[in-house]
């Protein structure tokens, strides 16, 4: 498993779909999960540091989690099937060891509170991740980088680049 962090919470606005970046701790390698409007707002949020009020579903969750003794270790992304991600929330109950199904934006949203470390599995990013080669400042997919040496197209290239630089990160949370 590969430890991963929030990198940012973006938006495209031409469609308005929100993408959470997730970067590995000790890599150049990123992971981009497309999540709805409340998640990516609850991630931001806690990003910010700002706080509600009353609690949000994810502080409510933490809160519930924390009030029956129980700890939250860790989060991981663990699998990829026909383009849905799934995750598992990994807690410690009194000693014992759960695992709870999640979607990877509420387990994302409830890692940032707890402030708990998120890791995603090695078969995920092998078929998902997106790896920054530094040397020549290219962003690649794990499946180009496999091909058999062959040069990259760099229309490709510049066509992913431009997809992510449509992308605006959320510092306005409530932003639509």
């Known amino acids: 498993m590969v430890e991963m962090t929030v990198e940012s919470v973006r938006?495209?606005?031409?469609?308005?779909?929100?993408?959470?970046?997730?970067?590995?701790?000790?890599?150049?390698?990123?992971?981009?999960?497309?999540?709805?409007h409340a998640e990516a707002y609850a991630i931001a949020v806690e990003l910010q540091g700002t706080t509600s009020p009353r609690p949000?579903?994810?502080?409510?969750?933490k809160n519930v989690i924390v009030e029956l003794g129980a700890k939250i270790e860790s989060i991981v992304i663990s699998d990829l099937i026909e383009d849905i991600f799934y995750a598992r929330i990994v807690l410690d109950v009194a000693g014992r060891h759960v695992e709870v199904d999640s979607r990877p934006s509420d387990a994302i949203a409830l890692a940032v509170r707890a402030k708990t470390s998120i890791f995603v599995e090695e078969s995920v990013l092998e078929r998902a991740g997106v790896a920054l080669e530094t040397n020549e400042e290219q962003t690649l997919t794990k499946a180009e980088q496999r091909r058999d040496k062959k040069e990259i197209d760099q229309d490709n290239l510049?066509?992913?680049r431009d997809f992510i630089n449509t992308l605006d990160v959320l510092d306005e949370f409530g932003k639509d």
């Open 56 to 61: 949000l579903t994810h502080d409510l969750l």
């Open 158 to 160: 510049d066509a992913y």
């Open 11 to 36: 938006i495209n606005l031409a469609t308005q779909q929100r993408v959470v970046i997730l970067k590995a701790t000790k890599q150049e390698r990123y992971l981009f999960i497309w999540i709805a």
